[in-house]
């Protein structure tokens, strides 16, 4: 597993608003069997309130999303399939939302 990798939400009643999510912890400690995912929000849902910072939006399988930094969770390795994709092309913006969340700097 890759830190930005991105997987379809595997819980299926939050599914419809959150379709994907996103794995953010670093690959050094995949011995863990758990990993920091973050959902990444169908694009529309709650927009007139996003924070851009926190919020950075993605296309994800040709799906404007974003990502929702103020709901992290830990999800079992077990629960996520393949990856769909990776968005380590916005790894700056999704530490700066992370670092945001937990410094507000």
Request: with cysteine; proline share 7%.
């Amino acid at each position: 597993m890759a830190q930005f990798d991105v997987y379809e939400n595997p819980n299926p009643r939050s599914r419809e608003w959150a379709p994907f999510v996103i794995d953010l912890q670093h690959e050094m400690l995949s011995a863990l069997g758990t990993r920091i995912m973050a959902p990444l929000l169908a694009s529309g849902r709650d927009t007139e309130a996003l924070m851009t910072r926190l919020n950075p939006v993605v296309t994800v399988a040709g799906q404007r999303c974003y990502l929702s930094a103020a709901e992290l969770a830990s999800v079992p390795m077990s629960e996520l399939g393949k990856p769909v994709g990776n968005l380590e092309s916005h790894r700056d913006e999704f530490l700066g939302a992370v670092d945001l969340l937990f410094t507000a700097v």
